[in-house]
């Protein structure tokens, strides 16, 4: 499928495909047989927001910001006023003048950040000379306000008017954010969650840093919100760690590692040599969490603290970007180009060697415990263990493909290095579609 109408896809960056998740050309529960090849830009394609049902935002290395519509792929209007790369992007919904606005706030290399109109193209407020690049922004609706993230953590209300700011000397900076309750706010700083609290008067706006998580090892690469009563982080070395939002104790601790065997030459000693695994992303529905970590996809239950399934190697390199989708499939993207869907099903894990790898299955504790070490239990052992099975490989990018946005029944939109975005398409709807409208213009034209 895809395949012949693609010519195939070699191997990407010097990466072998696997052929144990090679499934072949015939993939009857993969709905995605059209594509859409969208051109526009001309470097690294990293984000995509959606603005509404029809429309989506996609901006990159290149410093534009294109609107398209999904549906038919046309390229609505082009936000130019970057002078470098875009570095973080989302959509701002306002009410203004008893009518609801949407907006599109974007930050660059250049030291910017814009507020754009998605129906008109143009930049309606602008901020320079910022001291740092701003890294994530995140949208506070209840509140009426934004806030920005890079060494100094800022607040603003929708008019672009700095509220408050908070200095930081850390070289890395924020570099993720999630909303909190009772206005708070937790931010990743190298190794450190920082919560801050916000707080807002009619007479001024302030934000304090009132509690440093330090339990993580590594460089934390992930954050995000479960549910009201969960936060999750992640880190470069593997760990995975689930926190209570309200008073921000761990709530459960998994550290992923794997042991790979390795043969001395001259005895032929096994030896295990522990490989360390960095969460790149996550996405939850709010029960269930997965987990790119590495080459391999991890899925978590949140609410019995177990492991429901993984597989060790779900692409021939690093996943960039993943997603529960509400049929209880998972999708996910990588650097070797390729977006694959995947289907939980109670099946043993026939293609994984029982002694591959193990996940360290933790309790509930604070730092002095992770110190102390805990006992870890195979994989295979856990209860209730489901596999990931390969229904779909969507092939159609030359380079790392970075995100995607699901549209549901409209489509797939997936961004690359390659410059490219590309809407998949349901072959079967978009072929009912194109019959209607036939029978249609055949009606008003007295065809028929």
């Known amino acids: 499928m895809l395949r012949w109408i693609l010519g195939g896809r070699g191997s990407q960056g010097g990466f072998e495909k696997s052929a144990a998740l090679c499934i072949g050309e015939e993939q009857p529960k993969n709905r995605f047989t059209e594509l859409q090849v969208l051109k526009g830009h001309f470097d690294i394609v990293r984000f995509l927001v959606q603005i509404d049902d029809f429309r989506f935002a996609s901006a990159g290395d290149d410093g534009m910001v294109l609107v398209w519509n999904v ?13 470098q790369q875009i570095t973080a992007m989302t959509t701002y919904a306002f009410i203004k003048g008893g009518r609801s606005h949407s907006a599109i706030i974007t930050a660059s290399s250049d030291r910017t950040l814009s507020l754009w109109d998605p129906d008109t193209g143009n930049r309606l407020q602008t ?5 740092s690049s701003v890294k994530c922004v995140v949208v506070l609706d209840h509140l009426d306000v934004w806030l920005s993230g890079a060494n100094e953590l800022c ?12 200095v930081h000397h850390s070289d890395a900076g924020i570099t993720a954010m999630v909303s909190l309750s009772k206005n708070c ?6 190794k450190e969650i920082v919560i801050f609290k916000l707080n807002l008067s009619e007479v001024e706006t302030t934000i304090l840093a009132i509690r440093h ?23 470069h070395i593997g760990e995975l760690i689930l926190w209570d939002a309200i008073d921000w104790t761990i709530q459960a601790y998994e550290h992923i590692l794997w042991e790979e065997p390795t043969v001395d030459s001259q005895s032929e000693i096994r030896m295990g040599q522990q490989s360390e ?22 899925v978590y239950h949140t609410v019995k603290k177990s492991i429901v399934a993984y597989r060790k190697v779900a692409h021939d390199s690093d996943i960039l970007h993943t997603m529960l989708l509400d049929n209880g499939r998972v999708m ?39 110190q102390a070490g805990a006992p870890t239990k195979k994989l295979l052992e856990v209860s209730g263990l489901r596999s990931l099975e390969l229904i779909g490989d969507l092939i159609g990018h030359s380079g790392a493909v970075q995100m995607f946005v699901n549209f549901g029944v409209k489509g797939l939109v997936t961004c690359s290095a390659d410059h490219l975005l590309i ?24 065809g028929l």
């Open 332 to 370: 996910s993207c990588s650097e070797d180009g390729s977006i694959r869907i995947w289907e939980l099903q109670d099946l043993p894990l026939a293609a994984e060697p029982a002694s591959s790898g193990f996940f360290g299955m933790f309790g509930t504790f604070g730092r002095s415990g992770k």
């Open 213 to 235: 998580l330090a339990d993580h090892q590594d460089t934390i690469r992930s954050l995000i919100t479960i549910n009201d009563e969960l936060f999750a982080s992640g880190s």
């Open 277 to 298: 695994m960095s969460i790149q992303h996550m996405h939850s529905d709010g029960e269930l969490l997965t987990a790119a970590v590495g080459s391999g996809l991890y």
């Open 155 to 166: 607040v603003w209300n929708r008019d672009f008017q700095l509220q408050c700011k908070t």
């Open 185 to 190: 706010i937790a931010a990743a700083m190298d």
């Open 127 to 131: 901020v320079s000379d910022l001291q």
């Open 423 to 446: 809407v998949w398409k349901d072959g079967e709807r978009e072929s009912q579609l194109r019959s209607l409208a036939l029978f249609q213009k055949l009606e008003q034209s007295g």
């Open 71 to 83: 549906e038919t792929g046309e390229r609505l209007v082009e936000l130019r006023g970057h002078t």
